[in-house]
């Protein structure tokens, strides 16, 4: 939080008004992300495959664009516990994409493995 603060030219005490923890800042983070690509796939105006392909574009454009911030979500996320609420945000996230995509039963279909 504190090397945060100094890039973000604020006080780490701000942070923590504003955010009360360090996986609230980062949750907020990925929900900003996560709109940011969403905003990006909704502007392509397709459905099925065009839309699948706008979504990974838009995330690899993210990749590229932000390399540090990408690979510290990926270490986080491959030592998440399933109940993490990162995870459950990007769970949720996936089974709205997917319902779009594939029909409103895919909840049902996707429960089966997780």
């Given amino acids: 939080m504190r090397e945060l603060a100094v890039i973000a030219d604020v006080s780490t005490s701000t942070l923590y008004n504003l955010y009360q923890s360090k996986d609230t800042l980062i949750l907020a983070a990925l929900e ?3 709109a940011d690509i969403n905003a990006v796939v909704a502007e392509t105006n397709t ?8 979504r990974v574009e838009a995330v690899a454009d ?3 664009e932000t390399p540090k911030y990408a690979e510290a979500m990926g ?3 491959f030592g998440a516990d399933a109940h993490d609420p ?4 990007l769970i949720g996230t996936s089974l709205s994409f997917n319902r779009v995509v ?3 039963d895919v909840d049902e ?3 089966r493995f997780a």
């Fill in 47 to 54: 459905s099925g495959l065009g839309r699948f392909l706008a």
């Fill in 32 to 34: 900003d992300q996560l």
């Fill in 86 to 89: 990162i995870v459950q945000l």
């Fill in 102 to 104: 594939n029909g409103p």
């Fill in 75 to 77: 270490k986080m996320l």
């Fill in 62 to 64: 993210q990749i590229v």
């Fill in 109 to 111: 279909r996707l429960c």
